[in-house]
């Protein structure tokens, strides 16, 4: 199993440009997030998906989107990219709450810079 | 307050030595705890659950005090290879809240 993969592994995007943060897991995890850390500080909530076709928000929503079409993929979208995203990002998923399971497992990361 | 407080560190010990974290959290109905590790520049991985009686594995120590809201995490006779981040995480519902972690260096 390759686990969570996210690619690209870096990137520099201009203000206002768009991208997208590709996320795939093959685990068979319902539930996927996306984080964002900052240097120095905890991991962020951006959003998260309990399963294929349904996403929420968490803490950080503003500036980003995501959608759920399978349970493998969960893309975060960024539109008008601006310098307060930069950041790492991970994605994350784990099997459902009734698994008893509450283990994370996390993809290798994002860095994104935004100039 | 922060939902999950950690003291950043650094922590600087000699091998061999015994370190101890803590980590308070502000919300009571929290349901699971959990310590991760996180290498420079790497994703954070799960490096043990956290039960009220407590639970050890291998040099590792952890420990729930649900009245006072803290958990701890302590390291026996600490290896070079233990210098990492340490996150406290804290579950409620199914989201997990980190703390900003706790950096410890190990040193020959």
């Known amino acids: 199993n390759a686990g969570v993969t996210q690619t690209p592994k870096f990137r520099i995007l201009k203000i206002g440009q768009s991208m997208t943060l590709q996320c795939t897991q093959d685990?068979?995890?319902?539930?996927m997030y996306w984080y964002r850390q900052d240097p120095g500080m905890g991991l962020k909530l951006i959003y998260y998906?309990?399963?294929?076709?349904?996403?929420d928000k968490g803490e950080v929503p503003n500036g980003y989107n995501v959608s759920r079409s399978t349970t493998e993929d969960f893309p975060l979208r960024l539109e008008l990219a601006a310098p307060s995203q930069t950041s790492v990002y991970f994605c994350?998923?784990?099997?459902?709450?009734?698994?008893?399971?509450?283990?994370?497992?996390f993809g290798p990361g994002t860095r994104l810079t935004v100039t | 307050r922060k939902e999950v407080e950690q003291d950043p560190g650094p922590f600087n010990v000699p091998e061999g030595a015994t370190v101890a974290f803590n980590c308070t959290y502000s919300n009571s109905a929290s349901q699971s705890f959990f310590w991760y590790r996180q290498d420079c520049r790497k994703e954070p991985k799960l490096l043990m659950s956290v039960y009220s009686s407590g639970n050890e594995d291998g040099r590792f120590t952890a420990q729930l005090n649900r009245a006072s809201q803290y958990i701890s995490l302590l390291i026996r006779d600490s290896k070079l290879s233990d210098s990492a981040t340490y996150l406290c995480?804290?579950?409620?519902?199914?989201?997990?809240?980190f703390g900003t972690g706790t950096r410890l260096q190990v040193t020959l």
């Open positions: 998906s309990v399963g294929a076709g349904i996403t």
């Open positions: 994350a998923s784990s099997y459902s709450l009734a698994s008893g399971s509450y283990e994370q497992y």
């Open positions: 995480v804290v579950r409620s519902e199914s989201k997990l809240t």
């Open positions: 685990m068979n995890h319902n539930y």
